[in-house]
């Protein structure tokens, strides 16, 4: 079955691709540097992207929370109809308004399709924007007492390969999460723990968070976005999701910790 991933340099779809290939399955990566190349910007790359693809692997960049993603889910699940793909899932997010409208357009279409549904990614911490703090030592977040149950990207990965690959997940939606609900102050003692370094965690304001990011207003609209509502409390429960496609538990984050202690780890730099 030949298989697109979009989004196949990102933390989920590079896992995807990776282990669509290790099983032997045809990938085309769709990447802009992809042959045919594929971007969400430029919508004339799409069909070709989509020509002679059985199955695709939706990741929006940036999020489904961005102004035009519906609308630009909509008309690529228009295209794979037409292109004859047979099954679809989409990478989507939990309470949010905006990327369940993207999974109402994929269920209204005429393809097999599976949603999964995820948490905050753990590897947030580990190869997202996160990174940089916790090698700093310090980690300022607007995230006081709300609790998250993080989620392991390669629980994402196996649950998405399943979907692509196997019977059994059409029409289904699952609620990834991982195994228990965790604050972000938790969740940096943790990996203080596990690396033996002096972490600290300070819960600031939104305002103030923003404006020390330095980056450009769309990205820090969209992570107002993602501080403001997504952590006011609505995503403090655990999902099954994972158990339900793969039959095992969703892999805890204490886990993930260990496997990544030497992501955290710091070389000390000599003097100057």
Not at 45 to 65: C, E, H, K, R
Not at 177 to 202: C, S
Request: negative net charge; contains cysteine; hydrophobic residues 40%.
């Amino acid at each position: 079955m030949n298989t697109l991933v979009l989004g196949a340099n990102g933390k989920t779809g590079r896992r995807v691709a990776d282990r669509l290939t290790a099983r032997g399955v045809p990938v085309r990566r769709g990447t802009r540097a992809g042959t045919p190349r594929f971007d969400w910007e430029e919508p004339g790359t799409w069909s070709p992207a989509l020509a002679g693809v059985d199955a695709v692997y939706v990741s929006y960049f940036p999020d489904l929370a961005v102004p035009g993603a519906v609308d630009a889910v909509r008309e690529l699940t228009d295209l794979a109809e037409k292109a004859g793909v047979r099954r679809l899932v989409l990478l989507s997010g939990r309470g949010e308004t905006e990327a369940q409208a993207a999974e109402d357009v994929v269920r209204a279409g005429g393809i097999e399709w599976t949603v999964v549904r995820c948490a905050w990614f753990n590897q947030n911490f580990s190869e997202g924007h996160l990174l940089d703090p916790l090698l700093g030592g310090d980690v300022a977040l607007p995230a006081e007492e709300v609790r998250e149950p993080f989620l392991d990207v390669e629980d994402i990965a196996d649950v998405a390969v399943a979907a692509l690959t196997e019977p059994g997940h059409g029409g289904r939606t699952y609620e990834m999460t991982g195994p228990r609900l965790l604050t972000f102050a938790e969740a940096v003692a943790e990996i203080a723990e596990a690396t033996g370094r002096p972490l600290t965690y300070r819960p600031t304001d939104l305002g103030t968070y923003l404006a020390a990011t330095g980056m450009p207003e769309d990205v820090t609209g969209l992570l107002g976005y993602l501080f403001s509502e997504l952590l006011d409390g609505r995503n403090a429960w655990v999902g099954d999701g994972v158990e339900q496609a793969l039959g095992r538990p969703a892999k805890d984050f204490s886990e993930f910790v260990r496997d990544n202690v030497p992501v955290w780890q710091v070389t000390a730099q000599p003097a100057r």
